[in-house]
């Protein structure tokens, strides 16, 4: 599976924007997806995830009532919507996949990582 993210860019505060994750492979409707981000200076963490049909999602504290993820298996594409963007949010944004849910829950080993897109957020 390889994974392609896309839609950073240079946003206001209390701006929106919206990442996509687009994935090849047969088997990305099968696995858990979600999105983590590095800020300059800091460790990678992790941002939201959602199951492999879209029943359950979970969300960083820092961006919950925020971020919205969801999935479309047809297009192979896991969507971020980030609204009410803030400065604190600036950081290169990863979309992961896994087989469990774990790896986003827990921690543990993403299965496939794609190249990240940046997100800058001026006040």
């Known amino acids: 599976v390889q994974l392609q993210a896309s839609g950073g860019g240079l946003v206001q505060a209390g701006g929106s924007l919206r990442l996509s994750c687009a994935a090849s492979g047969r088997t990305f409707s099968s696995l858990a997806v979600g999105w983590f981000r590095q800020a300059p200076g800091r460790e990678r963490e992790f941002v939201a995830f959602i199951s492999w049909g879209g029943g359950s999602a979970d969300y960083a504290d820092s961006v919950k009532g925020r971020f919205t993820i969801s999935r479309d298996n047809a297009k192979n594409t896991v969507y971020l919507q980030m609204n009410s963007l803030k400065p604190e949010d600036t950081a290169v944004y990863f979309c992961?996949?896994?087989?469990?849910?774990?790896?986003?829950?827990?921690?543990?080993?993403?299965?496939?990582w794609g190249k990240g897109t940046e997100v800058t957020v001026s006040s």
């Open positions: 992961a996949a896994a087989i469990t849910p774990r790896p986003f829950l827990a921690g543990g080993d993403i299965n496939y």
